[in-house]
């Protein structure tokens, strides 16, 4: 599994953008880069997953760079219930393990 | 709401007993994966069943055991508890198949305390 590194925590203000960045340098061709989140006391929930395009959903925005070695979430305006543990995590997209790393701890403020 | 259930929420257990965690996956999921998360640390793998058969296994001891059934939901059972053992238990089912891109939904967990 590719090895990730993210910041320990982060802070933004309500209605501002989050971006959270993940370096995944060793990623193979075939990992995708998925990112997850989790909520206090909650199992963790996906949020939106890319191979080497940008993409979007209605959550977040997902920016890979083009050598795929690191990738960026943002969400476009953070609320108070977007504070949770954000984890990048490169995978193969076959229903395999996922390997979380300890995350970014992301804490939106009024 | 991902629709899967784990059951009990919290359990509280003595060292040296045996413990069964239950897990309802998806409606149209056929892979269960079930992971330890103890406090402050991200989830660890344990295993993951696909059709009744286990299909991959993280660094757990045989204490660490599991079963799924034809509706698709599992259990994990845990003997010989051991303090350590202590943690957020979790269940995960996805859908196995050409195309689709292992998205995984969780369920709430189970909170284990061994004392």
């Known amino acids: 599994d590719a090895k990730t590194t993210q910041p320990t925590s982060m802070d933004c203000a309500e209605g501002r953008a989050a971006n959270l960045p993940c370096n995944h340098s060793?990623?193979?061709?075939?990992?995708?880069v998925y990112w997850y989140r989790q909520i206090h006391s909650q199992g963790p929930q996906y949020i939106i997953h890319?191979?080497?395009n940008n993409e979007t959903n209605e959550m977040a925005s997902l920016i890979i760079t083009e050598d795929r070695k690191s990738s960026t979430l943002i969400l476009p305006h953070a609320t108070l219930r977007d504070t949770a543990v954000y984890y990048c995590?490169?995978?193969?997209?076959?229903?395999?393990?996922?390997?979380f790393g300890t995350g970014t701890r992301l804490q939106v403020t009024l | 709401e991902t629709g899967v259930t784990q059951s009990p929420t919290h359990l509280i257990k003595t060292r040296g007993q045996q413990v069964t965690l239950r897990c309802s996956s998806q409606?149209?999921?056929?892979?269960v994966s079930w992971y330890q998360q103890a406090l402050g640390q991200g989830p660890q793998f344990i295993f993951q069943?696909?059709?009744?058969?286990?299909?991959g296994r993280g660094n757990f001891p045989p204490r660490f055991s599991g079963l799924q059934f034809p509706n698709y939901s599992s259990e994990l059972n845990v003997n010989a508890l051991e303090l350590d053992d202590s943690a957020l238990y979790l269940c995960?089912?996805?859908?196995?198949?050409?195309?689709?891109?292992?998205?995984?939904?969780f369920g709430a967990g189970t909170r284990l305390s061994v004392l």
């Open positions: 995960a089912s996805s859908s196995s198949g050409t195309g689709v891109k292992n998205i995984q939904y």
């Open positions: 060793t990623i193979s061709g075939n990992e995708y």
């Open positions: 890319g191979l080497k």
């Open positions: 995590i490169p995978n193969t997209g076959t229903a395999s393990k996922l390997t």
């Open positions: 409606s149209g999921h056929n892979t």
């Open positions: 069943y696909y059709r009744e058969e286990e299909n």
